[in-house]
């Protein structure tokens, strides 16, 4: 039944795959008015995130982010389709990835790599790494599975397109063990801009104007085994076109101090969406949490 499911599914995207970009561009100008205008997906959500993040602005100029971070949005969505039916060469030309070199130096010592990343430009271009010769590491990312079985199939096919693994995040560790005694150096993709689960809240921090709670995985996964953290820093230069650039958090997680990674995994995150903030995932509800001082202050 699943697969009959994920046929289903696939078909219709898959068609639209094969239309060129510009194409499936009129289809997001489409779609975003009827996400926007018509069924308002999320809208509440998104003015009260932009509202929260950024008090000091107009409300002409949180407008301005809303609609634009919907069309991007929109751009995203038709982008990924896009990987159904897109070659190498155009992938190389439309993401590019800058300071690899970093990458290749670091690699050399032999220690598993976490890129860390957030929702911001298009995530699911990012696996496109793969093209690129990178001293034989194996590109995996780590993902949240679907209860939908056949939407979660689909969306595996679409991030396995360049080659890369796709870890189900419950199996980190035990994955990288794996790695670690097939001889295998994995290079892992972290979106770690996400909430964490109550019982899962270990740090705060300040992002975007608000307290927030933090996923700590990447930095204790990371601390455990002595991986190279990196972060994934993305422009998007105009439509349909983005540049990533690898940058350090960590050589030596090991030796960092609690916690360290994660803020500076933050502080990075915070600095690219400052850049352009239309281009993040707010229909997210990243500050559905509030912090227990909160709370009790608010009691009293």
């Known amino acids: 039944m699943d697969s009959i499911l994920f046929n289903i599914i696939k078909l219709p995207f898959f068609l639209l795959a094969l239309l060129p970009l510009r194409i499936l561009y009129f289809f997001s100008d489409l779609l975003f008015y009827i996400m926007y205008y018509v069924v308002g997906y999320r809208k509440k959500v998104v003015k009260n995130n932009l509202n929260e993040s950024f008090p000091d602005k107009s409300d002409k100029e949180r407008l301005m982010i809303e609609k634009e971070f919907y069309r991007h949005f929109c751009d ?30 670091i690699s050399k010592d032999g220690k ?24 034989n590491l194996l590109l995996a990312q780590i993902y949240r599975p679907l209860r939908n079985k056949a939407a979660d199939k689909f969306f595996l096919k679409l991030r396995s397109r360049f080659g890369s693994e796709s870890i189900p995040k419950n199996d980190t560790l035990r994955e990288i063990i794996r790695y670690r005694k097939e001889n295998k150096q994995p290079m892992i993709g972290f979106i770690a801009d996400q909430t964490p689960s109550p019982n899962n809240i270990h740090y705060w921090t300040m992002f975007l104007n608000q307290e927030t709670p933090c996923l700590t995985g990447p930095e ?77 202050k608010q009691s009293l």
């Open 112 to 135: 598993p790599i976490f890129m860390t990343m957030g929702h911001y430009g298009n995530w699911e271009w990012v696996p496109s790494l793969n093209i690129h010769e990178l001293n």
């Open 76 to 105: 995203c969505i038709v982008e990924s389709i896009k990987l159904l039916h897109v070659t190498d060469e155009q992938m190389t030309k439309r993401m590019k990835f800058l300071n690899l070199d970093l990458v290749r130096e």
């Open 220 to 296: 204790k996964i990371g601390k455990k085994i002595g991986a190279n953290i990196l972060f994934l820093d993305v422009v998007k230069v105009k439509r349909g076109y983005y540049e990533a650039t690898v940058r350090v958090i960590s050589t030596d997680a090991k030796n960092t101090a609690e916690f360290e990674i994660t803020e500076l995994y933050m502080q990075s995150m915070q600095k690219m969406i400052l850049r352009n903030p239309s281009y993040w995932l707010w229909t997210h509800k990243r500050w559905k949490h509030k912090h227990l001082y909160k709370k009790e």
